[in-house]
């Protein structure tokens, strides 16, 4: 069959799947990639470069496009006796995956999947929102030094690697107001290969580590080399690994995250959805540079005037004034780029709700899909508001970490372990005009 309305899939794409006998050549997907992640196709470069956002997968009429399967890999590892197998959850699953079992929007499992994961046989169930505590830690640390020195400014958030691919393709020579920062799965991975593996003497061969991600880029995202996360898989694939595993996750017992990674503060939590890294990275920065606790909250953004695909804010920390932006696609990040010198902080993330709406998530039907992510987006915030921690330098988890391991924010050994660095990656344009 032709496909030539469709986005072409490559067969080596880490992320994305297409079933050629079932497509349609409907041209929807391709007008998504252009219209709503905001890639597009010129006389230079035919053929669209792929952010692994998955975008495409959620709104295919017919679902002849899926995330690359990688859960039945991991359930031979649960069978081999020799191995470690350890699995940590990203924030945006535990709102969503109830709907793979028949569930409303934003029901909120955690405990549950915890247990779930539990008798499935991971011997270790760790909680990505620690992951995402410490990059709150380091990320406002460096925003505290960027204002201090007024230099690197503005600063981008760095957890999102459609967004980050993205820059280093279509925009390198900025890559430098990027946070060093490794995102949540990146420190969780970082600190599981080091720490957890010093604490619990574990030799490094037998470990395997698996995280549950909204998100198919993190499947490209996993394979910068630093990285050390041996699978990601996502919210639907888990579904699938459950159901196999004869789990009935509306069922299951209720357990905690194993110790020593154990569940993150309202800060890590938020991290799931549109705003949330800026928030938590503002709430640590204020205490940084005041003093004191402070709930900035996303709510009090202004939308811009003229999109929709940006929300703004001046806030005040101590003597410094911030001007911030929270950007919901590449679209968007195009019209703050004209205009880049008149902000300080900017998070920008591909998918329109933040990571409940990742590409990675259990399909919905498309015309509810705004409605059903900020029922995901909700169940987040209210597990933040009744949390007994709200703000990352509270958690004993993570004061912990850093006194016994990593001495504070930005150490040498935090730079080292728990920073990256990005590449000039514009030679894909090249390659794709060719």
Known sequence: ??????????????????????????????????????????????????????ECILNCPVGALVPKYDYRKILDYLHDTEKIVTISIAPAVRSSIGEGFGLEPGTFLEKQLVGALKDVGFDYVFDVTFGADMTVMEEASELVDRLKTKKGLPMF??????????????????????????????????????????????????????????CTAKKFEIRRTELGMDFAITTSELVLLLKESKIDLTKAREEEFSALLGKGSGSGVIFGR????????????????????????????????????????????????LRVASVRGMIGVEEILKDLKDYDFIEVMNCKEGCVSGGGQVLTAISKQDEINLARAKALELDDLNSKIRFCYKNPDVINIYKTYFNYPNSPKAKKLLHTNFKDRSSILREKSL
Request: some cysteine; glycine content about 4%.
């Open 157 to 214: 958030t760095s957890c999102c690697p459609s967004w980050v691919k993205y820059l280093e393709i279509y925009h390198p020579t900025i890559k430098e107001h990027l946070s060093t920062v490794k995102s949540p799965i990146g420190i969780q991975s970082s600190v599981l290969n080091t720490y957890f593996l010093k604490m619990m003497n574990i030799p490094k061969e037998k470990l395997v580590n698996v995280v549950v991600v909204p």
């Open 274 to 321: 549109s705003g949330g890294v800026m928030e938590a990275t503002l709430r640590c920065a204020n205490y940084l540079l005041t003093g004191k606790d402070k709930i900035t909250s996303f709510l009090t953004l202004e939308e811009n005037q003229k999109s929709d695909k940006i929300k703004k804010a001046i806030v005040n920390i101590g003597s410094f004034t």
């Open 1 to 54: 069959m032709n496909l030539d309305k469709a986005v072409r899939i490559d067969e080596d794409n880490v992320a994305i799947k297409r079933v050629k006998e079932m497509c349609i050549n409907c041209g929807r997907c391709k007008t998504i990639c252009e219209d709503i992640v905001g890639i597009h196709y010129d006389e230079k470069c035919k053929e669209a470069v792929c952010l692994h956002c998955g």
